[in-house]
Structure formats: C-alpha cells, structure tokens
C-alpha cells in the first residue's frame, strides 16, 4: 500500500467515524449557537480547561474572579473569532517555524508524496503514521524547512534535513502517528525551535477555534487560521472544521495559545453542512498520542529522548511574565539567551540558511560578499548581494522539486545509477536532483560518491561563463558538504565534476542557464590542485571527444563522474583529497551501446602500468580503462554499463591506455 492508499484509507476511516457522531454534533452545534461555550462541554473539560488557561495566563488580571462563573472567564480568554491579542501573530511566527514539509521518498530518491510534519523537541519530529508508516519510508526520507514565501514575497531557502530512524522511530497506525529522530545537530535544528508535545488535558474545549500550520498538496507553509472551531471531541480525536488539503497530513492543529492540540490527519465530506463548506476534519488529540509514547516502554537513548520530549518547558510553567511568544522551545530573550535567528527574507541570491548566531549577537553570511550587522540588543540582521560588476552571476531557483535529474532512460537502453553496496549505502545521501544530472554524496567524506548527467548534443548551448558563485546544498546539511572554507587561500580549485557546458541543453536560454548554473553546487566539486585543474589533460573535454568523434546515432551521452575515495587520501582542513578521478561514458551507437571508462591520474597509480615517477599534480593523464576496473576502485554495482564496454570483448586482458586524442578512443 503505497502513500496514496494510504491517505485514502484514513479518510474512510475518519469519514465512518464523522457520520456516527453526526446526532452528537447537531447537538453541540445547536448548543454552541445558543449558549456559548461555557454550556457546550462537560463541566469536567471546562474546569480543566480553565486551569490550563490559568497556568498559561497567571494571576495578571486577565481571568475575571472565580465569582464570575465559568462563561465569563471563558469568553474573557476564547473571545470571539474576531478578535485576539496580538501576542498571537508574535507567537504564531515562531511555532509556524518549526513546521516544515516532509519529503515522502523511496530508495533511488523519488518523491512518492508530501506530508506535514513538527518538530515537537530538540530531536523528535511529529507527523502520521499514514505519512512514515515504518522505519524504512523514514530513512529515505527528508523534512525540508522554510519552503515557503519571506515578508518580501520572495521564496525562502529550504533546509532539508535526513530523517534517522535507527536513533528513534516509534509509529502507531491506531493513532496514525510517527515520531522520528532528524539527523542533524542541535545547533543547525536551533533556527526552527520546537513545539511541544504537552501530556496534561485542558488545551481545548468545544467551541473553540484552532489554527493549522500546513503545507496543503506539498504547497509552501500555509495557515489556516482560527476560522476553525472545534464540533465536537471524540475518545481519541477531534472534530473541526479547516481548510485543509492532501499533504496536510500531520499537520499540527493549535489552540490560541500555540499549544498543540491534535495532530491532523484527514479531511472527509460532511454532506448537508453548509456551515463546513460541505468539509469536517479530524485530528488526533495529542493527549492520546502522549499516552501511547509513554506506554510504549523504550529503554535507554530511546528513553531518553522520550523524557527530554516531555521535559517541563515554558508550556508547563507561567508564562505572564514572558513577552509575546510561543509555547515552543525557542529561547525567549527574557531568558537571557540569544533569541533564535529568523529565517532568512533575502532575494532567492541567498541560498543557504543563516547560521544560528553566535553568543556575542553576531551573524555573518557569504554570498559572495560578506555582511555582518549586529545591534545594540543583540538583535541580528543577515544581508547578502552580489560582488559589483558581476554580471548575470549565477542564480539557484530554491523550488528544487522542478529538478528531474538523471534519466536512466535517457540513451535507447536504460542506464540505471550505479548499484551501492551496504557499506557504501550506509554513507550516502539520497539522489540530489539537479536539472539534468544527480548526485550521490558520500556523507562522511563530504563529497559526492558519483554524479550521472544526460548530455543531449543536438540541443546544447555554451552559454558564456559569467561570476561563479558556488552555493551549499539545503537539502543536505552543511556538516555533510565540502564548502567555501577548503577552498580558501591556497591553490586548490573548485573542481566541477558535471562539466557546467555537460547539462546545458534545452529548448530555451532560460533551461540551459537554470542546468549551467545548478552545476555550481559543492556537492557537484572537489578540491583539485590548480595545476591540475587548469592543466591541458583530456579530462576537461572527454564529452566532446566522444560527442564528436564518434559513431554517436543520437548525438546524446551519459556520462558517469566521480573521484576514487581511498582510504589513505591525504587529509587538509579535515577533507580527505581524491588523487584520482573517473569517468565512465555511455552512448548510442548505430550497433548499440556502447559504455567507456576512464581514470585521471598519475602513471604511478594506475595499476599494470609500470613507472618510475613520484607523486605530481602535473603528472596527471588521462587513460582509458575496462569499465571493471572502474567498479572495483570504488566498489560500486556497473554491471549494466560493464556488459556494454568494448574492451570486455577483446581476447587479452585490456591495460590502461593513455588518451591524447580521438585516435586514442576505443569506442
């Protein structure tokens, strides 16, 4: 049963569980209608409802008296759906923080559906089980943070995070949820604070109106707010009406006071109810799911993070004497921390997040130009523009779902990626997509294990290379990627592995310069020796050799990339530097496919070619070899591009061959 399924099956379930409470409802509605609140509900939920507001509240003159009855001191807090404090748009921004889309991906990187999901602590994300219905969904899956517009109307960079199941992952499709751990640090998750998950009852009560935090179809961060109210409040969910729509799944449903409520899940028809546009929602009380985390009896780290998701915060204790924010776990300044940096509202040039800012109020950010502004109360402000004179520089569309990346489909016999084995599965990223051509990172060694780039001749353009600006992947973390400070001051060069001219082909100048300009990427380099990067080896122009020089029927390649990562590479500024580098080159021949590989390196490391030089950057050559030796130098799965090399069909056992020119190529 796949995503879809999924969801279709919820709703039925939820849609059977609003038509058996449609007599109750009537009731509460009619009651509501006529008496307010305060009549609605049990004397029991109203009471508690009371002390919550009271903890939330404190003494400070906002409940009337005691003797002013339970309806006034009800509607004093509740009120209207006209009318809130303004504390509630403050708070608001900082719980919508930590909401953020979740990816739903299989094994090669696909995106089989969206979700909503929360961070709920500094570890734990919250969304339905119908969204991560086991470990295995969640470890190929993303949360991506800040897809949404800033205050200019400009899109926000995404941050996307891997989930990691294996540290935490407890699922319960009765409740339809799924807490699981998000692989990052504590400092890169500090920007989106956290809401909490409160175990005590009281956060709601009939006739109240909620607010969803949501990303409807997989769309940007949406609200709905408050025109919602709660109708009625089954055993383990609740009832209300929303706007919501699939891909809302696991969205949090908020009270006024920005505590969760209820963990959405489905949107079901409600024949007849005009009132609800003909539409009810239900939710999870997240009262329930707190129950059923703790009974669920886990031990050791696992139970750790379980108590530090309960842990007593702000939610718990009086919150009068805070300013204006929500119950989260974002640090208010009156605590004498520095408040959590705001998302960063530059124009789409800024396309890494801002760090969280250091304790002396300071944030800087390289874009390329370096600003630093910092305010006398600590406050801090995060600007980025191009360097003068730069031209049309390059430019990144943060929406990276308009990528389609490899196509294995792509020559007339389908190429899939190279098969990882579990040592290497283990450490690598999922595919990052790019416009025509992935990437597979090695998380560990913080580059990427290969790239795969589609190259269409008939339709390339060589778009003039203006201002390089390289930029961080959001959809990885930065712990994960080599970035600007292995480059700086030395002679190390930002090496492409996709050639930037490799995916610039397309029917228009604005498809060729979108594919050159995502080549920029640090995922998509690494550190060369100038020398070598800037030498006069066939490496740089192997695609065009091939291109032109061949028997190619459709003019089209696929072209393999990656340096071999040894074990023993030489260590500098905490990166471990390929000293070889490889290619493996497929195409259309009239008599088939045809699939060649090739390795950059010195003569002493190529292995049954006997010299005497000493290790060089200047020594490097570029040779063609058996496409197996390829696989066994960096333990990838080629059997595919293996049965297509010409070199297996010759009867002695093929040695590298130094490439100098097109006469060179045995293809």
């Known amino acids: 049963m796949d995503f879809h399924d999924r969801e279709r099956a919820r709703r039925h379930e939820a849609a059977r569980r609003v038509a058996e409470r449609e007599p109750v409802r009537r009731e509460n509605e009619t009651v509501l209608r006529s008496e307010g609140v305060a009549a609605a509900d049990s004397s029991e939920r109203i009471a508690k409802r009371i002390h919550r507001l009271n903890r939330f509240y404190g003494d400070g003159g906002l409940l009337e008296p005691e003797a002013a009855g339970p309806a006034a001191r009800l509607e004093k807090i509740i009120n209207t759906v006209d009318y809130v404090g303004v504390r509630y748009l403050d708070a608001g921004v900082a719980a919508a923080r930590a909401v953020g889309r979740v990816n739903i991906r299989d094994d090669r990187g696909r995106t089989l559906g969206f979700g909503t999901g929360s961070m709920v602590s500094p570890a734990l994300l919250l969304t339905n089980h119908h969204v991560l219905p086991d470990a295995a969904t969640a470890a190929t899956s993303v949360i991506e943070f800040d897809y949404q517009d800033g205050v200019d109307g400009r899109p926000l960079a995404p941050v996307v995070h891997p989930l990691d199941p294996d540290r935490f992952f407890l699922a319960d499709e009765e409740l339809d949820f799924a807490l699981v751990a998000v692989s990052a640090s504590a400092a890169e998750l500090a920007p989106f604070g956290f809401n909490r998950m409160i175990e005590a009852e009281g956060k709601a009560i009939l006739g109240e109106f909620v607010t969803i935090v949501q990303h409807p179809r997989g769309d940007k961060k949406q609200v709905a707010l408050r025109e919602n109210r709660i109708v009625d409040i089954p055993e383990l969910f609740l009832h209300y009406s929303a706007d919501t729509e699939p891909g809302s799944s696991g969205s949090p449903v908020f009270n006024d006071q920005w505590e969760i409520v209820a963990l959405h899940h489905a949107s079901v028809p409600a024949p007849g109810r005009v009132e609800f546009g003909g539409v009810l929602n239900e939710g999870i009380r997240i009262s329930r799911i707190c129950r059923k985390v703790r009974e669920a009896g886990l031990a050791g780290p696992r139970r750790a993070l379980v108590e530090q998701l309960f842990a007593p915060g702000r939610a718990e204790g009086r919150a009068a004497s805070l300013p204006a924010g929500p119950v989260t776990g974002v640090p208010s300044p009156s605590a004498g921390t520095a408040p959590a940096p705001a998302s960063p509202q530059s124009s789409t040039l800024l396309s890494t997040p801002a760090p969280p800012a250091p304790v002396d109020g300071t944030v800087t950010i390289s874009v390329p130009l370096e600003i630093t502004v910092r305010f006398a109360d600590g406050r801090t402000l995060a600007a980025a523009t191009t360097a003068a004179g730069a031209g049309e520089a390059v430019t990144i569309d943060p929406d990276y779902t308009t990528r389609g990346g490899y196509d294995p489909a792509f020559l007339a016999r389908p190429l899939p990626l190279p098969v990882l084995p579990p040592e290497l599965a283990r450490v690598a990223s999922v595919e990052l997509r790019y416009h025509h051509f992935s990437v597979i990172m090695h998380r560990q060694r913080r580059l990427a294990l290969f790239t795969a780039c589609n190259i269409d001749g008939k339709r390339a353009r060589r778009p003039r290379r203006e201002s390089d600006r390289w930029i961080l992947d959001p959809r990885l973390p ?82 393999l990339t990656g340096p071999v990562l040894a074990p023993d590479d030489d260590v500098y500024r905490g990166v471990q530097l390929p000293r070889q580098f490889w290619k493996v080159v497929a195409m259309a021949k009239q008599d088939g496919l045809s699939v060649t590989g090739y390795l950059l390196s010195q003569s002493s490391l190529i292995a049954d070619l006997p010299t005497e030089e000493s290790f060089s950057y200047g020594a490097y050559r570029t040779y063609q070899v058996p496409v197996r030796r390829i696989a066994e130098l960096t333990g990838l799965g080629l059997d595919t591009h293996i049965q297509a090399d010409p070199l297996e069909r010759l009867e002695t056992t093929p040695l590298p061959r130094e490439v100098t020119g097109a006469d060179d190529l045995v293809l």
């Open 478 to 559: 930065a712990t994960e990627q080599t970035g600007e400070d292995v480059y700086r001051d030395n002679d190390l060069d930002r090496g492409h592995l996709v050639r930037r001219l490799d995916p610039a082909w397309g029917d228009s100048d604005a498809q060729v310069k979108a594919a050159n300009d995502d080549t920029f990427h640090f995922t998509n380099c690494t550190p060369q020796h100038h020398e070598f990067n800037a030498g006069s080896t066939l490496w740089a122009g192997l695609e065009d050799y091939v291109l032109n020089n061949a028997d190619n029927h459709d003019l089209a390649v696929s072209v």
